[in-house]
């Protein structure tokens, strides 16, 4: 069963078509990965579904409701958690500090994580039961801004964790990770898959193919292909948009 569907969708910058005609779905419970060469439409496409850009063309269909241009805090209510986007991690606070505001910031109907920021023990515990789901029990007390790439990573998806999403946008969350973060990463997002229905936006093609049930791929603001990842890695197209990367 579809959790979100495209139809249509399109995004124009000026005479520049960034997104074309994109129809996509993704099914609930599953990986969907978005691929694509640089320049593809990606993160025009990501930051629609996320409510940070307004389609010029086209519907974006979350649980049967048509949800096109809707604002980011609006996108959220309605379950759709885009990492790396819902907020910033507060460097000069503790890790968790940070997943609380959150946490109190959806419980009070507002999304400024900065609102009643002095009356919050109450979240205390669901805080810290997202901050053990991603792996940061051990650093609760640190400032964020001490931690490592890899942490400060995983805190990014607790915050978007803190909305209660149906549905997690994750926008590379392997970048400029080292390869041990990259093996820790791997392992969040498959304990994420089995409560949450994910899309990614990634480049690292290792990942994309061990973790994926489906695969989109972008080439030209296109769909070139959809499918399984074994059918996409094979797919001539997407092979030559790839410069034969991929084969």
Excluded: C
């Excluded at 910058?13 to 599953?30: I, R, Y």
């Excluded at 946490?103 to 805080?127: C, I, L, P």
């Excluded at 990463?185 to 304990?191: Q, Y």
């Amino acid at each position: 069963m579809s959790i979100l569907e495209t139809d249509g969708l399109t995004k124009h910058f000026g005479g520049v078509t960034a997104v074309d005609d994109v129809d996509l779905s993704v099914e609930e419970g599953e990986i969907t990965s978005l691929i694509g060469p640089n320049g593809a439409g990606k993160t025009t496409l990501f930051n629609m579904l996320a409510g940070a850009l307004e389609p010029s063309t086209g519907v974006i269909t979350f649980r049967g409701e048509d949800v096109t241009g809707l604002a980011p805090e609006a996108i959220a209510r309605k379950g759709i958690a885009k990492s790396f986007q819902i907020t910033n991690v507060f460097g000069g606070i503790s890790v968790l500090e940070n997943v609380r505001v959150a946490v109190q910031a959806r419980h009070r109907g507002g999304w400024n994580v900065h609102q009643h920021a002095d009356s919050k023990a109450e979240y205390t515990e669901e805080a810290e039961d997202i901050l053990s789901f991603v792996g940061l029990s051990e650093e609760r007390d640190r400032p964020a801004n001490v931690l490592s790439h890899g942490d400060k990573r995983s805190l990014e998806i607790g915050l978007a964790l803190a909305i209660d999403p149906d549905l997690l946008l994750l926008d590379e969350p392997a970048a400029g990770m080292s390869q041990i973060e990259i093996e820790s990463m791997l392992d969040l997002i498959e304990e994420l898959a089995g409560e949450y229905t994910i899309m990614l936006v990634e480049h690292n093609m290792d990942i994309v193919m061990n973790i994926s049930d489906h695969v989109v791929v972008l080439h030209n603001g296109a769909v070139i292909a959809s499918g399984p990842p074994s059918s996409v890695q094979a797919d001539e197209s997407v092979q030559e948009a790839y410069l034969g990367g991929m084969a």
